[in-house]
């Protein structure tokens, strides 16, 4: 089979790069594939551990949560809808997605689903409250493996550093969206308690703990550097 000629093949590339941050997969490509997803699978893990403690979840699980109770369809279903629902709000305001941001739409609602499936009920605030501190480590470290693959930001990330980009600061812009999708989820029926308080005083710190330790080399990084909560 004969390779495309040089300029369909520019071509095509110039109209991915666009589109893409990450048109083409960097170099090294497994190690960046396999961060990426275990990055993923472990943010669906810390979620479906904090919402499985009943203390309070991630703030955008919190409005996932109200969702699902007023809707029936699951919390990783609502997950993946409202990941595909920013994404559209990026076109006004210009953000490219990544491999990483197409991946975090659908495989952390994925997981999300399937480790509240697989974890056994428990009525023991003991083990509640550990579900809770595990919860917030694993999504650190979850951050440090998403983040460090450098295949783009999360749906929801990228909402913030596009409002950042039109004159909003990052605290702001962070604080008012997660402000408001907490409020929104609470009305509907998710959980808001100690551990939406814990995870939104605990994250950074941790977070910043673990970024360093999994940040692949050769890509400048495309996001805030703190975690796609949700």
Known sequence: MNAQPRPVRDAAAELLGRVMITPALPRPRLRRLTRLYAGLTLYGLSGALLVHAELGAMPWDVLHQGLSRQTGLSIGTWSVLVGAMLMLLWIPLRQKPGLGTLSNVVVVGMTVDLFLWLLPETDSLVVRVALLGLGVVVCAVAT???????????????????????????????????????????LMGGTVGVGTLVFAVAIGPLAQVFLPLMRMPDRESETTGLPDSR
Do not use: H, K, N
């Open 144 to 186: 440090g493996c998403y983040i460090g693959a450098q295949l783009g930001p999360g749906p929801r990330d990228g909402l913030m550093t596009g409002l950042a980009a039109r004159g909003w600061s990052v605290r702001l812009a962070r604080t008012s969206i997660e402000a408001g999708v907490v409020a929104t989820g609470f």
